[in-house]
């Protein structure tokens, strides 16, 4: 992926221990802390930024999400576009880590349902 280096695959992959232990992408950005938090205290719909969840985890999306909007890429063409729409600069980076976050889900889960399925082939049946 774009903008995720050696350090911070091996980050993602320490720390999240399988990804089939989540039940969705929405529980996985909630245990990396990229799932923003609602705010009700007006009828003004806002969220704001998670502190909580695993911060190494975040660190690494945090690097591969600001890396990606220097570039020329994806992430940057999503990032201009966040803010054409008027967010703001934090709000843009925020929501292009949790794009990010749903693209590594979805990367880890591949990847370990294709090593299970090799698993699976390269052990003899017994009779």
């Not at 190494?56 to 992430?75: S, Y």
């Not at 940057?76 to 990010?100: F, Q, S």
């Not at 979805?106 to 082939?121: G, N, P, Y």
């Amino acid at each position: 992926m774009p903008g995720c280096g050696v350090l911070g695959a091996a980050m993602i992959l320490g720390e999240t221990a399988g990804a089939a232990r989540f039940r969705s992408k929405d529980a996985f950005a909630r245990f990396n802390g990229t799932a923003p938090i609602p705010v009700w205290s007006s009828n003004k719909v806002r969220v704001r930024l998670n502190r909580g969840g695993n911060r190494t985890i975040n660190t690494a999306l945090h690097m591969a999400a600001v890396t990606q909007t220097r570039g020329d890429g994806e992430g940057a063409v999503y990032y201009a576009r966040r803010l054409a729409a008027g967010k703001t600069p934090k709000e843009a980076l925020r929501l292009l880590r949790r794009r990010i976050s749903d693209r590594v889900y979805r990367a880890l889960l591949t990847d370990e349902i294709a090593r299970s399925q090799q698993h699976d082939i390269e052990q003899p049946c017994a009779a």
